[in-house]
C-alpha cells in the first residue's frame, strides 16, 4: 500500500526536479512544534476535507510523515482506498530527519515566514518601531496606517487610525488612500511577515510616496505600552478608474522584473486536460465577496496576501503549475512576484481573467475526497432529546472557534481518538457536531465498527443555533487535550507578563529563521535585487 522512505531520499526528493507533497498528519499544535520545513500539515482527522483541494492529482508522489506513533499508515490506508496511488512513508517520523542532521523547524508557515526575513535582509526594506510611529501621530504627520491583514484578524486588535488593506490589495487601492506623494505609508501587521511583505510591495510597485513597515507589529505596538484599538471595521477605499488604471501598470512592470509570465485561456484549458499528468492549481486571489460574486469554475479563494503568507495552506504539491485569477490584474500580478521569489517557478497569470470561463457564484466549500458515507442524521431537536437522554454529545469544531460559541452542553473532541475517548467516558451513544457538518459525518462511519452508536446534526452546528437553541463559550470539559491549534501569541488567554512573554518569543523566533533556514534541511530564496 505505501513504500517507505528514508529522510536522505527524502531530502533529495524534496530538492529534485519532479513534483512531490510531504504530507505530515499529526495534529497542528504537535506539527507547530516540531517538522520538515517542506511539510504541509493535513492532520489525520481532517484528510478527506482537504487533501483533494492542497493534492488534487491522484498519481502525485505522496510522502506522509508523523512522529511515530501511526497516523502515516492510518492516512496511507484512507489515500489508498480513495486511489492515491504513489505513496510513501517516511521511515522513522520526523525524528529520523533530525537524526540525520537535518533541520526540524517549529512554527506554522514557516517558509513564508523565514521569505519575509529573508526580503527584509535581502532588500533592506525600510521600517520604524512602534516609539517612532507613537512619535509621527503625537506630531501630527502626513501619515497612513495600512493593516495588511484580513479583516477577521483587523477587527480582533489593529493600530490606532489603522485602515484595512490586506496584502495583496495594497497595490491596487493605495492611491486612494494616500493620493498625497508626500503621504507616508505605513504597513502593519500582527507581527513582521505581512507588514515587510506589504511594504516592500508598494517600494516595488514604484509608488511615489516614502513607505516603512511596522517594525514588529501589533504586537511591537503592545510591548511599547502603547494601546490597540478593537472591534473596529475599517475597510479599504474601492479603486478609482484613475487608481485601477495605475495600479495596473505598475504591477505589470512588477511582474515583469520579476519574470511572471501570462498564459491565456486556451493554455488554461490545455493544462485542465492535463492534470492527470501535472498538478494545476487555480487560485483566484481577490477580496472575498468579488470571489464570491463569480468565480471560474473549479478555482479556490487564496486572498493573495494570504497565499504569500501562508503558501502551504494553499498547495502541497511542491513544482506544480498555478495560475492566478484576477480580472483586473494587480492582485495576480503582485502575487505572482512574490511567489516567483518563494520558489514557485510556474507561477503564471491567466490574462483574460474571467473572459470565456464558466462561472460559479457564492462560497466554494472544501472539495471532499470520495463520497459522505450514510450515518444516523437527526434534527437539532431530536439531538437534544437524545442528549437529555445521556449521549454524549461532541463538538468537533476546530477548538478556538469551539472556545467562541458552541451549541451548549458540547463538549470538545477530535475525530482521531474520537473512539478511544468516547469509551473512556463510558459513552454508548454520541451525538455530534461541528461547523462543517460532513467532519462529524465522517466522525460517525469511523464510529461504525464499534458498539457506540453515533448521530449527528443535520446542518451541523448552525443548525442547532438557528434553531433556537442555546450556544455557550468556553472550552468546558473537552473529551480530550486540544492539540488541533498551534497557539499564537495572543490566542491564549494569559496574564499579561506571560503574554508579552510569548510574544517577544514570537518576534525572536521570526528573526532567527533566516539564519535557520540555512542549515542542511533549509530552503534558499532567488534574490532579485537590482
Known amino acids: 500500500m505505501a513504500r517507505t522512505i528514508t529522510a536522505r531520499e527524502l531530502n533529495d526528493a524534496l530538492y529534485g526536479t519532479g513534483e512531490i507533497a510531504l504530507v505530515d498528519v499529526r495534529p497542528e499544535a504537535v506539527f ?80 513564508s515566514k523565514a521569505f519575509g526575513e529573508y526580503v527584509e535582509h535581502e532588500y533592506e526594506t525600510p521600517s520604524v518601531s512602534a516609539e517612532e510611529l507613537h512619535q509621527m501621530m503625537q506630531r501630527g504627520e502626513n501619515m497612513v496606517v495600512l ?41 502593519n501587521c500582527a507581527g513582521r511577515t505581512r507588514s515587510i511583505i506589504g ?34 471595521v475599517r475597510t479599504p477605499p474601492a479603486a478609482s478608474p484613475e487608481g485601477a488604471a495605475l495600479a495596473r501598470r505598475r504591477a505589470r512592470a512588477t511582474a515583469d522584473r520579476f519574470g511572471v509570465r501570462r498564459v491565456d485561456g486556451a493554455t488554461l484549458d490545455r493544462w485542465r486536460s492535463e492534470s492527470g499528468e ?25 486572498p493573495g496576501g494570504q497565499l504569500v503568507q501562508s503558501t502551504d495552506s494553499y498547495m502541497a504539491t511542491h513544482r506544480a503549475r498555478v495560475v492566478l485569477v484576477d480580472p483586473e490584474m494587480v492582485r495576480a500580478d503582485m502575487s505572482a512576484s512574490w511567489l516567483r521569489q518563494l520558489g514557485w517557478q510556474e507561477v503564471y497569470v491567466l490574462e483574460s481573467g474571467l473572459d470565456g470561463q464558466d462561472l460559479e457564484e457564492g462560497p ?43 451549541p451548549d452542553g458540547a463538549r470538545w473532541g477530535k475525530r482521531e481518538s474520537l473512539a478511544d475517548d468516547l469509551l473512556a ?6 451525538v455530534l457536531t461541528a461547523a462543517d457538518s460532513r467532519l462529524a459525518v465522517l466522525a460517525a462511519a469511523d464510529l461504525a465498527d464499534t458498539d457506540i452508536r453515533a448521530a449527528v446534526i443535520d446542518g451541523g452546528s448552525r443548525a442547532w443555533e438557528e434553531s433556537g437553541l442555546p450556544m455557550a463559550a468556553g472550552m468546558g470539559a473537552p473529551v480530550c487535550a486540544p492539540d488541533d491549534v ?7 488567554d494569559v496574564e499579561q507578563a506571560e503574554l508579552e512573554r510569548r510574544m517577544n518569543a514570537y518576534l525572536s523566533w521570526e528573526v532567527g529563521l533566516v539564519e535557520q533556514i540555512g542549515r542542511p534541511g533549509g530552503i534558499s530564496f532567488q534574490s532579485y535585487k537590482a
Open 486 to 492: 498551534f497557539m499564537r501569541p495572543y490566542d491564549k
Open 199 to 232: 511594504a516592500q510591495s508598494l517600494i516595488n510597485a514604484g509608488i511615489p510616496n516614502k513607505v516603512v513597515a511596522l517594525r514588529n507589529g501589533t504586537m511591537g505596538w503592545h510591548l511599547a505600552g502603547y494601546q490597540l484599538e478593537h472591534g473596529n
Open 364 to 406: 466554494r466549500p472544501a472539495a471532499l475526497l470520495g463520497a459522505l458515507p450514510v450515518v444516523d442524521l437527526v434534527s437539532p431537536q431530536d439531538a437534544e432529546r437524545l442528549v437529555d437522554g445521556g449521549a454524549a454529545f461532541v463538538d468537533l469544531t476546530r477548538s478556538l472557534d469551539h472556545r467562541d460559541n458552541h
Open 32 to 111: 507547530g512544534a516540531n517538522h520538515i520545513l517542506l511539510a504541509g500539515n493535513i492532520p489525520l482527522g481532517l484528510l478527506e476535507l482537504r487533501i483533494a483541494d492542497l493534492v488534487p492529482r491522484l498519481s502525485t508522489a505522496i510522502v506522509l510523515c508523523d512522529g511515530g506513533e501511526g497516523l502515516a499508515e492510518r492516512a496511507a490506508a484512507v489515500l489508498a482506498r480513495a486511489g492515491y496511488s504513489d505513496l510513501s512513508i517516511l521511515e522513522g517520523g520526523v525524528n529520523a530527519w533530525g537524526a540525520a542532521g537535518l533541520e526540524l523547524f517549529s512554527g506554522m508557515y514557516v517558509p
Open 147 to 187: 493593516d495588511s491583514r484580513p479583516m477577521s484578524e483587523f477587527t480582533m486588535m489593529n493600530i490606532p487610525t489603522g485602515i484595512d488593506m490586506p496584502g495583496a490589495e495594497l497595490v491596487y487601492r493605495v492611491q486612494e488612500a494616500a493620493p498625497d506623494p508626500e503621504t507616508t505609508v505605513v504597513v
Open 425 to 430: 467516558i463510558g459513552a454508548t451513544g454520541a
Open 278 to 302: 501535472r498538478t494545476l492549481y487555480v487560485l483566484d486571489v481577490r477580496t472575498v465577496e468579488e470571489f464570491e460574486a463569480g468565480h471560474i469554475a473549479g478555482s479556490r479563494h487564496a
